[in-house]
């Protein structure tokens, strides 16, 4: 009788280990990761990308995406595995009669059956889980476009204000050699050659701040990107500014918005509080624990069974249900207050597109004007019908408007991406 309580205790204790999760060491080697990161980043030569091939790059390399992708991974592989009924206990004791060398030993299996519905519950929360976190990651990639194709217009613009001063800087240092001369000779007045001086100096400044603010943005799509910061010297952005105003776009109606991932994902968090409150008020409740029973004693054999389960009185899960009802009433809260902002910033959105186009559309027909008159300035300069400085006066106000164009311009390209988003 003891050899067969031994191998019942024994298979029982195999299965039970089989059935464990076993640890696995996953050490950091940061030197490795590294490696592995420059292998994702060009080291020589330089490579031409665009917009598009920048937005599908960061879209599987950014860290940030990975990290919520990680997320997702995680409450799906806790979906799958919630919803378990609790394990059986299994109890047996044994005790000697010493004087009349008998063997008395007792045992029985114990489990509880879930009446209140707990585990169905669970799993119910662990889907909701899942859910939100799949939309908070379908927002991340909406946010991660918008930033890069943001921060890309932005570049766009760093790069061809760039462009601008560096040949207003040749021009001017042309037509200061050109006013200095003059003014020797007798033909210009000093003042004249000093605000050419100062403008000289304020371009140079600027040509400085463009290029310091190019490396700036360089390095922060390349973090976008999830490249690495070597990668600066052999990435060359493709970057195209037209001098025209883009087209206005519609901004997303509220049945649009609904669609939102972020409305979405917050929905679901607010889902995840209502099952949460509905376990803990079902947990008020007891489940029945019932299982067989083996006796034998002095040589008397009995077989029965027992159950059980707890009484209500006072407890009655109190604590639990209010914090799950205040977490239920918070996520409500946010969830409305969510609503309405988007709704908010999506007239603000708007409201900045028309004010800000019709300013781009401003300073575009003045360019054009500044641009025909130095037309008709360089036709009378080169037939010496006009002096350098009012020559030099007529570029530096086309070059000032061309300035201005661009700087409103990027913030009409920065609304427009956002509406934009915001409407698929």
Known sequence: MILHTQTYLSIILTITLTGCAVYESRPIDLKTEEQAWRLTTPTQGKIK???AEAIKTGLILNPELNKARIKLAN?????????????????????????????????GISLSIPLTGIPALEK?????????????LKQAELDFCTELETNWHALSITK???????????????????????????EAEFAIGQTATERLNTITRELQELEETEQIQTLALLKQMGMHPDGAKHIQIISQINYNVPRLIKAPSAGKLMQLPK??????????TETALKAEIRRQ????????GFSREDDEKEVGGEFGFNIPLWNRNRQAIAEARGNRNLAHAETIQLWKETLFHVKELETSQNIISSHCKSELSRLNDYTRTLI?????YKHGEIPMPELSESRHLKYESQVNFLTALEKLLQVRTQIIYLSK
């Open 285 to 292: 409740y007891p489940d029945l624990e019932i299982g067989p």
């Open 49 to 51: 990308i665009s917009q």
């Open 160 to 186: 061809a204000k760039k462009e601008l001063v560096q040949e207003r800087l040749k021009s001017l240092k042309n037509e200061t050699q050109i006013i200095n001369k003059l003014i020797k000779v007798g």
């Open 75 to 107: 409450t799906e592989e806790v979906e799958k595995q919630s919803g378990w009924w609790a394990d059986p206990s299994i109890s047996w004791e044994m005790a000697k009669v010493l004087q009349e060398n008998i063997l008395n030993h007792s045992g």
């Open 376 to 380: 008709t300035m360089e036709k009378l």
């Open 124 to 136: 119910k929360l662990a889907e909701q889980y899942k859910e939100s976190d799949y939309w908070s």
């Open 263 to 272: 409305i979405k994902a917050q929905m679901a968090t607010y889902a995840t």
